[in-house]
């Protein structure tokens, strides 16, 4: 074969290959456009719901236990998530959002130890930071000595089942990885975009409709969630919010 015919076979197989190439990045973004184009729904109870639509990702399995005309209650079953503290001390201004949205999103598509890209998952959850205060046994009442990101928000993503335990570790030493026990909790879903107002209304409602519940009641020391499922580009009345409570049953 003379060097003019090994360069035109090497030309037609990188173009072979290319094309492959192209035809599988076309076919994954197809089937990752419809997740988007094409959303699943969750069981309406009002038509504020039923507008209401989500990518159709995986996302946390639960059990609908109860519903009532102001919540549901659900048995959620674990599930591990990476996490990190939110910078201020409100958990939902844009630019702390994109902030810490962005941090997970670089571990979530390959910012770890073994650069592994895994699949976005639904929904993105938003709490306020959990007190693991150093406790002295005394004499006196137990003493908690309070944290300086006690009442700071922290973001979430929940992490691809397959995995399980065995999830890569992040780089960034500000991504935490944890498993999220089983749990019950009680649900309200709305719609539009969340702010901190919103969500301090409806927790107030939440937890004043909880009180008339003749099986559950507020476990103590519970703080507000905050899920959300959709893209920032959608509708504000189709997007799916939910805020949740952990919740036990009342002993009889």
């Keep these: 074969m003379s ?17 492959s190439v192209s035809q599988r990045l076309l076919v994954d973004l197809a089937t990752e456009t419809s997740k988007y184009a094409f959303p ?4 309406s109870r009002n038509l504020e719901e039923a507008l209401m639509s989500v990518p159709d990702l995986e996302t946390v399995k639960f059990t609908v236990l109860s519903r009532k005309d102001e919540y549901e209650i659900r048995e959620v079953e674990p599930y591990w998530i990476a996490e990190t503290t939110m910078p201020g001390r409100t958990g939902f201004d844009f630019n702390g959002s994109s902030q810490s949205f962005n941090v997970l999103a670089e571990y979530l598509f390959g910012k770890n130890t073994t650069k592994e890209k895994m699949e976005m998952t639904t929904p ?3 709490r306020k930071a959990e007190s693991d205060g150093k406790k002295m046994e005394m004499t006196t009442p137990v003493i908690t000595k309070k944290l300086e990101d006690q009442d700071k928000w922290q973001m979430s993503f929940v992490m691809p089942s397959k995995y399980g335990a065995n999830l890569p570790l992040p780089k960034d030493p500000s991504v935490r990885i944890k498993e999220v026990s089983g749990k019950i909790v009680a649900v309200v879903a709305f719609s539009g975009y969340v702010t901190d107002e919103e969500v301090k209304r409806r927790e107030s409602k939440l937890r004043d409709d909880i009180r008339n519940d003749k099986q559950f009641q507020v476990k103590e020391g519970a703080s507000v969630e ?16 939910e805020i949740a409570l952990e919740v036990e049953r009342k002993q009889e």
């Design 3 to 19: 060097a003019f015919e090994a360069r035109v076979s090497l030309v037609l197989a990188l173009a072979s290959q290319t094309y």
């Design 226 to 241: 905050v899920s959300q499922y959709n893209p920032p580009f959608t509708l504000p009345f189709t997007r799916r919010n």
């Design 40 to 43: 699943k729904r969750f069981d």
């Design 124 to 126: 993105v959850i938003t």
